[in-house]
């Protein structure tokens, strides 16, 4: 800060007093902090970076200065990897504290608390510090320390036998928080194993496949920046992926005269900062869609120029009403029939959104134009039936007002993300792993991995190496307690070995806990869509780089880290050199120097040769003398691409389209049988990567997989549509997804800062539905689930939709007597028991409260509610098109009774199985055309080779 300018007469006269001491006399040391442009006010400039001195707050009233090395990483703590810098202290080497990274293009120095609560989990007294092996039976919680080698020659020589013995898809690799960029693909493939599982079926797998069937993106990237409309179906203010970045762009939006419209049953953060908050019954949300869709199509309000070219609409005629004129005309005249019975007063009735707020917002986002941007990522795509559908029709009104990929509009994610290049690209795996993609869920958006307890149950498969990464399915994901049963037994799970930087439930069902680091402790690289530019960030071990800087050399991460704590991408390298040891695998070659031939790649030169090909890093970094990794070692972040519109219209070139043909019908160019543009206004495009090229508003695949009555945008009624309950029973819908702006998932129980802020996750409802049950804040229910109930306080709030509870989902958090003690600042202890007929019955024994360690402030801990798991008592709910779970929860409400304690669990797994059937009897399996597992054109996680997609002869 400038204290000569913000020196007042008020603190000259206390200064001369000797009041206070004088903390101008020594303004050179403290020179004013570099101002990036429209950046942040105040930072050290990078040229400091390296001996940065600070006043010592801890020291008042004495003046006492400190010297810093500042290093820069980014944050893990959600999946926008905003820029962080770490302040080392000179003296103990020791990290002091974390703010943000004005040099970082999408989070511009800015961070939400969990940023900076870095420092809390670094110092946690409960971390894992070195490897762990069980010493009783898994689950029994007895644990010896053993060293890397240990763990590395004893799992390596398991995944050798398994893939000497082609056992392939007996090697899985399951990760929660992803990163990474591409770097595990590149390592699976190496091993030839369709091993990638992930949790993006409980996540956002609903909106990525409402969003790829019209135009092959997955995720919107909204420019909010230069929006004139904004429309948000989330809380996404305050939370969700890439929310601090996108905040900040909408507020500034919204300083420059946007409007805002958020669609959310509760009143969020984010809702209350909203113009028109649109309070929808959940699961209706596409039923007003298609309304605002009608008002634009009645009033004239669509882009004309914009439908004309890049819209299938030609298809849409020919398909569905042979015989009709092929011409625009015809076009909204048919979609004006389609969508006739989307009246304002027909959604108003479905969703009790006021049908005048319909009107007005649809013309508003008409106004807008081309400067209308969107976002939907989990919400309400995520927690219904046929919630993809919210997405898709989401996507319907910005293709209407032509404002995909335009100026203040809504481009689809890959156009704002960098994808690195590789030193080195395995070839495909010949293996297709029926455990992730079984055939009863062709489309399924991601691998069905809620489901991995059942398939093990039916004997679909069995793992024998099992890594999970920084993932915690039997506390985050539904019906935990089937995945206790499965993790416990060695016949199911032979070896699992956790990766994690914290003890977590999931962990507690290992063979290894192996300590990875946190943000600062580890290399990654980052690219997101937060905005309309591009960038790529490096998230780095920072006390390696500090010692780099002393001119300390260190081989391996873990020598810099705090105890033994490593990282994956070191312990990858490692392990795969260790499976193959002499090379007879072909798994060597995919890990060799791409500098020093023959010798294993080092971390510096994976992350050397990426940087080498970002487009402008060589040159910018050549500006300052610094090599590439050097310079992203000294600055964190750089730019790619500052704004990227319009790419759709990118042409094809000259080599491009040497040897392709054009249909006369569709104007799709292809080559070597397939689509790679079309012509537009008899110019050669790129275009959208789907199969016509443009945004499909009618899905021939959608047909061609079984589900004819959703080839265009409709709307689906959830699973827990109002006709499906019975309030006379008192049932309810529970949204169950909303994220708290300061807690991340299961990880945050290790930050005390953010524990003491949240730590309780109450049941929300409306003041005229607790006085229906007669009861007040702070009074228990009983929430009866399909397969079991939970009981938990209420929080009576006019901020609730009428008929409509919510609740948080991160807290809850349990460990049982005999688990190692972890995260306490959050982490009740349960006593759990089994009935032996499905029943497990879970019970808190001790609340959170203050315990002895080497950090005073885990004395001075003042709550004592650890909150309630609820995710357990939820059975699967998996859509049989998008494979998304369906999060919310038809609950039986009723006053607890006398038994009844607050945060009990009962669950039984028997019926969970069941429900698992009766939603499994929903899915339309595969084959498609040609005997394909599924359509060759959509995007698959780790993409085996072409010739598995189509089953074997024999299975047709
Ligand atoms: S939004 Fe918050 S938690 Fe997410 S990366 Fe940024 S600072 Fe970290």
Redesign the pocket.
Known sequence: MNHKQNHTWIERFAEKIGLIPNLHAEEETMEPRLMPEGQLRSFPPPEKWDDWVEYEAKAWPKISKKRYTIVPT???????????TAFIDKETGKVRKFE?NPYHPA?RG?????????INQITDPDRILYPLKRSGKRGEGQWERITWDEALDDIAARIRKALQEKRNNEVVYHVGRPGHEGYMDRVLQSWNVDGHNSHTNICSSGARFGYSIWYGYDRPSPDHANADFIFLISAHLESG?????H?QRIIEAKMKGAKLAVLDPRLSNTASMADYWMPSYPGTEAAVLLAMAKVLLDEGLYNRAYMERWVNWEEYLRKIHPGAAVNFETYIEKMQEEYAEFTPEYAEKESGVKATMIVEVARQIGRAGTRFSTHNWRSAASGNLGGWAVSRCLHFLNVLTGSVGTVGGTSPSAWNKFKPKFFDTPPAQKFWNELHFPKEYPLAYFEMSFLLPHFLKEGRGRMDVYFTRVFNPVWTYPDGFSWIEALSDEQMVGLHAALTPTWSETAYFADYVLPMGL?SERHDINSYETHSGTWIAFRQPVLREAARRNGKAVTFTYEANPGEVWEEDEFWIELSWRIDPDGSLGIRQHFLSPYRPGEKITVDEYYQFIFEHVPGLPEAARKEGLSELDYMKKYGAFEVEKHGYLKNEKLLGEADLQGATTDPLSGVISKNGSAIGVLVDGKPCVGFPTPSRKNEFYSQTMADWKWPEYVIPKYIKSHIHLDALDKSKGEFVLVPTFRLPTL?HSRSGNAKWLTEISNRNPIWMHPEDAARFGIQTGDLLKMNTDIGYFVDKVWVTQGMKPGVVACSHHIGRWRRPNDPEGNRWAVNTVAIERDGKGGWRMRTTKSVGPFDSKDPDSKRIFWRDGGVHQNITHAVHPDPISGMHCWHQRVRIEKAGPNDQYGDIFVDTEKSHQIYKEWLAMARPAPGPDNLRRPLWMPRALRPATETFYFPEQEE
Do not use: V
């Open positions: 980014t944050c893990f703590n959600c999946e926008a990897a905003c820029g962080l943000g989070s800015r961070n939400c608390a969990k940023g900076p609560a870095t992926h890439y929310f601090n970045p905040a943000a991340i």
